[in-house]
């Protein structure tokens, strides 16, 4: 289990640094669309605001993570023979996971803008992310698409 969270703890820190240019693609996908079709994929916001006469809506994803306890204990005997155990406990401690992604809307309902924030924000298109982004404004699929057309040479 310890090293499980090993590869967890390293696969978020791999994928924040990476999050960042998916996320701005991701997220600019939904540039110049109405909010209803980002709420037809995304589902409903967490939150609505409207700041400094600017409508916002805000999705949050928050996940806490308990460590497990790791404990190994040790029979020893020193130099005059006596036996004692010697026990070490590790882990035991919890992790918290947000991605907080915020669309801004014009007053036509038009996504105007985007931002977001969070430690475990998706790095990884196909693997936890591919839901982000605009069906109908996908880059990667397009770039896909144009891969098999040259292959089948159409």
């Known amino acids: 289990m310890k090293k499980v969270m090993l ?9 924040e640094v990476q999050a960042e240019p998916f996320m701005d693609k991701a997220l600019s996908s939904w540039i110049g669309y109405p909010i ?11 939150n609505q605001q409207n700041i400094a006469g ?9 996940t806490t993570m308990q460590d497990s306890t790791y404990e190994k204990s040790y029979v020893k005997t020193d130099k005059k023979g006596r036996t004692y155990v010697d ?3 590790s882990g035991g401690g919890t ?18 803008g985007y931002k977001y924030k969070g430690n475990s924000c998706p790095g990884a298109y196909y693997f936890v992310g ?8 996908d880059e990667w699929k397009q770039r896909k698409e144009e891969k098999q057309k040259q292959k089948s040479g159409y």
């Open 7 to 15: 590869l967890l703890a390293l696969f978020f820190s791999i994928t």
């Open 54 to 62: 600017q409508n916002i809506y805000i999705w949050e994803e928050k």
């Open 87 to 89: 026990t070490y406990t």
């Open 130 to 137: 591919r839901k982000l982004v605009n069906p109908d404004n």
């Open 36 to 46: 209803k079709a980002i709420i037809d994929s995304w589902g409903y916001p967490d």
């Open 95 to 112: 992790t918290e996971f947000y991605c907080r992604k915020i669309i801004e809307v014009d007053e036509n309902n038009i996504i105007s």
